[in-house]
Structures are given as structure tokens and as C-alpha cells.
């Protein structure tokens, strides 16, 4: 089992959809929880970090970390077609990252 | 503002050769890290570097070797290739002090193809 849980997809979106996306993970020991976009064939970007468990918002993203069900989330309100990527959730503590599979998100017009 | 610098960012070898990926951090960031992403995978964690000192070890073959240089750019060296070695390579850097520590930016890889 990977410590980092996430279902790959794909999922599709009409545009003006709000989208969820969710890992969990199995290492109490993580304390940083992050997302990341990745476009074919670029880097990951860092859309949110976070470092305790609750809400963080950013625009049209809203983080979400829940330490106790060891559970992270992802909102996006108002999907555009440019969010048409994959979002990878990622957890670690000082020297590393743990990153889920990754979701494929299409957001149609 | 300034990204993670990768080079080259093609790299075509054969089997038994040796590679060397280079990664120059963003200005005043102290940790390099560098995953692999295999096709349709997600980035897997090999080595990270905290002031020049190697600070955690993942799942990097005894092949690969990197290391940290005084200027903070790090360098991996990749021998005795092999087909399972193509991949997108990465690298990530933090800054260890401040508001937002560990918090890694990905450079745009290094894309190697081992025929």
C-alpha cells in the first residue's frame, strides 16, 4: 500500500463546476500537506501548502487537511478549462515528499 | 521570478553509458531534491541535499550517485544505464529557514531516453 492514497481518474467537468479532489495518506509522521498541477510533459507547480489540519483558501482553490482521518482535499469553484491538468496531493516532513497518483481533471466548456 | 534551472533538458544515452543531470536551485534556496516520474506515474522521491550534506535517501538505484555543490546546485550521475532508467527526472528546491519551510519548487526536468 502506498502511503500516499490518490484515485487517478480521469475526471471530467463542465466549465463553472466545482471539483474535489481527495488523497489520503498513512504516515502520522507527515506534517506537510501540498498540491501540485503538472501539465503534459512540464513540472509540478505548487497550487497550495499547508501545514495543519483545516481550511486554507487561494483564490479558487481551497485546501483541506483533516490530521485525525488522515484525509487531504482540493475544491476548485468555478473550473475553467485552463485547470485541465493533473493535480497531484503530496504529503512529507522535512526532506521529502510523498506524492498520490495524481488526478487527471478535463474541464469541458 | 527566478524557477529551478535543469539541464540539459534532453537527454538520449545507450544502455551502459553514463549521464549527469544538473539542477541549479532558486536564489537562496539551501534544499535540493530530486524525484523520477516514470510514464503516467507520479514523482518518486531519490535523494535530497540540505546544505550540502545528503539529508534523506529514497528509492535511488546504487548506479545513481548526487551531490551538492558549495553554490548549492546539485548534480546527479546516473551509470550503467539501463531501458528502465528512461524517465522524467526532477529536481526541487526549499528554503529550509522562514515562513514556509520544505515548501519544494520543481524545476521543468529532465526528460532521458536510454535506447
Known amino acids: 500500500q502506498k502511503e500516499v492514497e490518490q484515485d487517478p481518474g480521469p475526471l471530467s467537468v463542465p466549465e463553472g463546476a466545482i471539483v474535489s479532489l481527495n488523497c489520503t495518506y498513512s504516515n502520522s509522521a507527515f506534517q506537510y500537506f501540498m498540491w501540485y498541477r503538472q501539465y503534459s510533459r512540464k513540472g509540478p507547480e505548487l497550487l497550495m501548502y499547508?501545514?495543519?489540519?483545516g481550511n486554507k483558501e487561494d483564490g479558487r482553490f481551497t485546501a483541506q487537511v483533516d490530521k485525525s482521518s488522515k484525509y487531504i482535499s482540493l475544491f476548485i469553484r468555478d473550473s475553467q478549462p485552463s485547470d485541465s491538468a493533473t493535480y497531484l496531493c503530496?504529503?512529507?516532513?522535512?526532506?521529502?515528499?510523498?506524492f498520490g497518483a495524481g488526478t487527471r481533471l478535463a474541464v469541458h466548456p | 521570478a527566478a524557477g529551478v534551472i535543469q539541464s540539459p533538458r534532453h537527454l538520449i544515452k545507450e544502455k551502459r553509458e553514463t549521464a549527469t543531470l544538473k539542477c541549479y536551485p532558486i536564489p537562496r534556496h539551501d534544499t535540493v531534491y530530486w524525484y523520477q516520474q516514470g510514464p503516467g506515474q507520479d514523482p518518486q522521491f531519490l535523494i535530497s541535499?540540505?546544505?550540502?550534506?545528503?539529508?534523506d535517501k529514497g528509492s535511488i538505484p546504487d548506479r545513481f550517485s548526487a551531490q551538492q555543490f558549495s553554490d548549492y546546485h546539485s548534480e546527479l550521475n546516473m551509470s550503467s544505464l539501463e531501458l528502465g532508467d528512461s524517465a522524467l527526472y526532477f529536481c526541487?528546491?526549499?528554503?529550509?529557514?522562514?515562513?514556509?519551510?520544505?515548501?519544494?519548487?520543481f524545476g521543468p526536468g529532465t526528460r532521458l531516453t536510454v535506447t
Open positions: 499547508t501545514y495543519s489540519s
Open positions: 503530496a504529503a512529507g516532513g522535512y526532506n521529502k515528499l510523498i
Open positions: 526541487a528546491s526549499s528554503q529550509s529557514a522562514g515562513q514556509r519551510p520544505y515548501e519544494q519548487y
Open positions: 541535499f540540505y546544505e550540502k550534506m545528503q539529508s
